[in-house]
């Protein structure tokens, strides 16, 4: 029981002695009865007063504890607590709070709280504490007794009596030094963080930009590589790998489309090489231009016109209806490229050999297939002319097939030895004697039997291994010649004749080739002479006029092999350093039935005579025209009259019996 409960039964009880008395006094009881009754309510009263009693002092008892309870939590706090009247002025006051405020506790007591504001937060706390009513929350700078002013958070609340009315304040104080700090320095930190991600952004976009800038580098690169590699690089033309690409398309499409046709054309520059070598690789490349420009014009928009490499280039003739349209387009190109253009003020013209492959011709599988028949097709228009096209046929890949063959077996021939020498003798018409031996070239078949050059020598050209026999035939004939000069010294062997031919001629390396072969051989330079067409000497001019002379200065003779049925100019035969002209087999052949070929004898040997050098008539057969060429004095002759080719024993032989004409 409360304290405002006993009072109301101490007022109830009082109330209830009062209805007694009054009770008794209208009711005619007697006194005793009237006092025992009183007595009996008295006792009833005073045993709910003890009762009363008891159950205050609990709760007083509770009260206090409950107050010390409050008490010890109020001076413990680790915050600071304050409690003020309405106007301010401290009542109460914990030990932290003192300690915040740098003062005694009990020199709290009695001071006004907004002594211990900051100077600068004074009046904006008067005006916050005189018009906030309940709880109240706020950030503060408070001034301690000793020291610097400090951030802290303050918070207050009403404090009412019994009758609700406010008597004053509760106020929490916090310092909060360490979490502005932490905030400042969070802050701080953040904005460091914001400049170091503004940065790092700036640099992301940088990088970022140098990376689209590189993607963009890359994607271009990719791109011009990607057009490198499907075209030319000099022209603009599809090379190669455009062109196998398109072909295959159209045999595919071929496939499918039974009444489909096209056609490969196959062109190479005639004469090219000569343009190269004249005006340089500049000015080729320019030509080379105008050739693909010239190309484009004469094809379709459906076609496709591509460059192979050097001064070759293919064209591809997509849905033809027949033959003659192919021939009609290669017809056009010709007549464009016989057209004359200026090239740096210079006129120029030029041919070419076309081969023609139609993809009707065979069941085609391969790209490579057509390209490889229409190529053959061009090599026989070469061979034919040149200026000129050729159609593919069956026939020609035979030939091709053949060609392959003898390819295979002449580079066998090579690594087993199966080539020969052969001589035939040359003789001097004024002594009637062998002045030496003319080295032919014979290839000993192991099936075919002895052929003649005729039938391997243009391959061998074409393929290159011309070098390598030739080299061998020379080698072969200066031993030879000088085996023969130390054994037979009596019987006045002088020259030992080797033919050149055009490729051999063109090497870089000849002079050293030729040097190193006599220096091996022992053979003196003055007794090898070296035959070459008259167009080695037109078609290497300066070159071959430098060639020729430094073999003359080595002491080598040089010869005109087949002189009359070439194109030299007697300005050639002036300039050049010649010993010896051979009249061609095919004017000796008629001699003696035909007066215009003597005529035509008789004035190269008289020419010759004219330029200081000899005559040597190959070709001879009978004995009337070796009694014509002597009345004609010419110098030298050769032929099956005196003796066919012989083999080495053989020709040792007819050394050895030193026969007399």
Request: aromatic share 8%; charged share 25%; hydrophobic share 45%.
């Amino acid at each position: 029981m409360n304290v405002d409960g006993f009072s109301q039964q101490i007022e109830k009880l009082y109330s209830e002695i009062q209805r007694l008395l009054q009770c008794h006094a209208t009711k005619p009881n007697s006194q005793e009865e009237i006092i025992t009754e009183a007595f009996e309510q008295l006792h009833i009263a005073m045993e709910e007063l003890l009762t009363a009693s008891e159950e205050l002092e609990v709760t007083r008892a509770a009260a206090e504890k409950e107050r010390q309870r409050y008490q010890d939590l109020f001076e413990f706090a680790p915050e600071g607590y304050l409690v003020t009247n309405t106007v301010g002025t401290i009542q109460e006051a914990n030990d932290a709070a003192a300690t915040l405020l740098g003062v005694h506790q009990k020199y709290l007591v009695g001071k006004p709280l907004v002594v211990f504001i900051a100077q600068q937060d004074r009046k904006s706390f008067m005006l916050q504490m005189n018009n906030f009513q309940q709880l109240l929350k706020w950030e503060i700078n408070l001034q301690p007794r000793i020291g610097e002013p400090f951030p802290a958070m303050i918070k207050a609340s009403a404090v009412y009596d019994l009758q609700r009315k406010q008597v004053g304040w509760r106020w929490l104080l916090c310092n909060i030094s360490e979490r502005k700090q932490a905030e400042e320095m969070l802050h701080q930190a953040y904005e460091k963080l914001e400049i170091r991600v503004a940065e790092r952004t700036a640099e992301l976009v940088k990088a970022n930009q140098k990376l689209l800038t590189e993607i963009t580098e890359r994607k271009r690169v990719e791109s011009q590589l990607l057009y490198l590699a499907f075209h030319d690089a000099l022209t603009g033309l599809p090379n190669r790998a455009a062109f196998m690409n398109r072909l295959r398309r159209a045999i595919d499409y071929s496939k499918r489309h039974s009444d489909y046709l096209f056609a490969v054309l196959f062109i190479d520059l005639d004469r090219f090489k000569l343009i190269n070598d004249s005006l340089g690789h500049i000015k080729a490349d320019q030509f080379l231009l105008a050739i693909a420009d010239k190309l484009e014009i004469c094809v379709r928009s459906i076609d496709t016109a591509a460059r192979l490499g050097g001064d070759e280039f293919t064209i591809l003739l997509e849905g033809i209806q027949d033959v003659s349209d192919a021939i009609k387009a290669v017809e056009r190109i010709q007549q464009e490229l016989a057209l004359p253009f200026e090239l740096d003020g210079q006129e120029m013209f030029t041919t070419a050999s076309i081969g023609i492959a139609l993809s009707s011709t065979v069941n085609y599988e391969h790209p490579e297939e057509l390209l490889r028949d229409a190529d053959t097709a061009m090599y026989r228009a070469k061979v034919l002319g040149r200026a000129r096209y050729e159609l593919f046929n069956s026939d020609m890949y035979t030939n091709v097939l053949a060609k392959l063959q003898l390819e295979a077996e002449l580079r066998q021939a090579i690594e087993r030895l199966e080539f020969q020498v052969y001589y035939q003798p040359i003789v001097s018409l004024t002594k009637g004697s062998i002045l030496g031996f003319e080295a032919l070239l014979r290839w000993q078949h192991p099936e075919r039997g002895l052929l003649n050059p005729a039938d391997f020598i243009s391959l061998a050209e074409e393929t290159g291994l011309i070098f390598s026999i030739g080299n061998w035939v020379l080698n072969e004939a200066c031993r030879q010649m000088q085996a023969w000069r130390i054994c037979h010294h009596s019987n006045l062997l002088d020259k030992i004749s080797v033919n050149l031919s055009h490729k051999e001629f063109s090497q870089p390396n000849l002079i050293d080739q030729i040097g190193q072969v006599l220096r091996s051989t022992g053979l003196d330079a003055a007794n090898l002479v070296l035959e070459i067409t008259e167009g080695v000497i037109v078609e290497n001019g300066d070159k071959a006029t430098a060639a020729l002379l430094q073999l003359r200065e080595m002491g080598i003779e040089l010869s005109i092999d087949d002189f009359g049925t070439g194109y030299s100019s007697l300005g050639h035969l002036y300039n050049f350093p010649i010993s010896v002209l051979k009249i061609d087999r095919s004017f000796i052949s008629l001699m003696s039935a035909n007066s215009k070929s003597l005529e035509i004898i008789e004035i190269i040997i008289t020419l010759a005579q004219k330029l200081g050098v000899d005559v040597l008539a190959e070709g001879v057969e009978t004995k009337e025209q070796l009694a014509l060429l002597r009345k004609l004095n010419c110098e030298y002759a050769q032929g099956n009259f005196f003796s066919v080719p012989l083999n080495s024993s053989a020709a040792e032989g007819l050394i050895m019996t030193n026969p007399r004409w």
